[in-house]
């Protein structure tokens, strides 16, 4: 395995060598990453102090936004880009951009396929990218009674990639949509070439070791911990939940934060993770791992207070099988391509072309 950048906050400036171990691993020594790289580090330590200091919720608590329902948020965020697939009943919105080599994107928790615009605006340029709301996220429908237990969450992106005519692709997912990716590579072999799984749990994440900012502390006393699906919150705590997971704090974009507040007030869904990748059952994700046999990268954000470099390296010794390279990114955290996404980029289109190209 090897790794760029250093797991703690020691680092201070780029690594002068990548460190590999006697598996079969892909190498990245060697790589001409340029500015991606060499922008890598930061000082994850001081950043950490201060992570969610500036955007601390309002007191006293304001009063719960009103909720919105699909057709309302259809009406707010639909785009000429947006198809819609029928998935076994189920409504998928996505999106198919560019030419080249075929990428798809699976994002996480509180986010859209629309997290991924200012990646995409970049990887357009030289890839297919295909990325859809997981339902019943975004823009997509509520998933019915009928499919469950049926449809597994590998199942949407294979559906999907199908429909798209495209045979191979390169997966990229973000914390549980590496999850999804993970699955889907294990379950669908043939579909992915490669995989990328950005902060993603090997195990299931124990969240009374998180150590959360005095501003997220405030946040969650007022409204609420962020998973309480039950009470709408208003846009000063997404704020501060996003600088909270943000290495530098006010780094991530108001367009986000905004979008981040309009489809957590989405009426709730009943089966709201049915098509969300989970580690819950630890015998099915880790023999899910086992099976994943294709060039995988970690590339992770070093300064994730959930999902920290341990866990990159837990998730690892689960995917035996693979050809895994990991990399570590100092100033960045739990969502990455929401951070830094021209870098995170440029990490992308250098890894699949250089360390894994095509035969």
Wanted: charged residues 20%; glycine residues 6%; hydrophobic residues 40%.
């Amino acid at each position: 395995m090897t790794a760029l950048g250093a797991a703690t906050c020691r680092v201070a400036r780029p690594p002068a060598r990548l460190r590999g171990t006697g598996r079969p691993y892909a190498a990245l020594a060697g790589l001409a990453l340029g500015v991606a790289i060499a922008t890598l580090s930061a000082a994850p330590c001081a950043q950490a102090a201060t992570r969610g200091t500036p955007a601390a919720a309002a007191s006293p608590a304001e009063a719960p936004p009103p909720r919105l329902s699909l057709e309302e948020l259809r009406r707010m965020y639909r785009s000429p880009q947006d198809r819609v697939l029928d998935v076994d009943g189920v409504e998928v919105y996505y999106r198919d951009e560019g030419r080249g080599p075929a990428m798809l994107l699976i994002h996480g928790s509180q986010s859209t396929l629309r997290t991924w615009d200012e990646l995409a605006r970049v990887l357009r340029r030289s890839f297919r990218v295909v990325r859809y709301d997981v339902p019943p996220n975004g823009l997509s429908g509520p998933i019915p009674d009928a499919v469950l237990g049926r449809l597994r969450p590998s199942d949407v992106p294979a559906r999907l990639l199908a429909h798209l005519g495209i045979g191979r692709a390169t997966v990229v997912g973000v914390s549980s949509g590496g999850t999804t990716g993970i699955f889907l590579a294990a379950e669908h072999p043939d579909l992915v070439e490669r995989l990328v799984v950005s902060c993603a749990p090997a195990d299931p994440v124990d969240m009374s070791k998180l150590v959360k900012s005095p501003a997220m502390l405030e946040a969650e006393r007022l409204y609420g911990d962020y998973m309480d699906y039950g009470r709408s919150k208003p846009r000063s705590f997404w704020r501060t939940y996003v600088d909270f997971y943000s290495a530098r704090p006010g780094r991530v974009s108001d367009d986000i934060v905004q979008q981040m507040y309009d489809f957590t007030r989405r009426v709730p869904e009943r089966h709201a993770t049915a098509l969300t990748g989970v580690v819950a059952d630890q015998a099915k994700a880790i023999g899910a791992m086992n099976a994943v046999r294709q060039p995988v990268l970690l590339l992770w954000g070093a300064a994730d207070p959930l999902l920290p470099p341990s866990a990159a390296h837990a998730l690892a010794k689960h995917l035996k099988n693979a050809s895994l390279s990991l990399l570590m990114i100092p100033d960045a955290s739990h969502y990455p391509p929401m951070e830094i996404p021209r870098r995170y980029a440029a990490v992308l289109a250098t890894w699949m072309t250089q360390a894994t190209p095509p035969p």
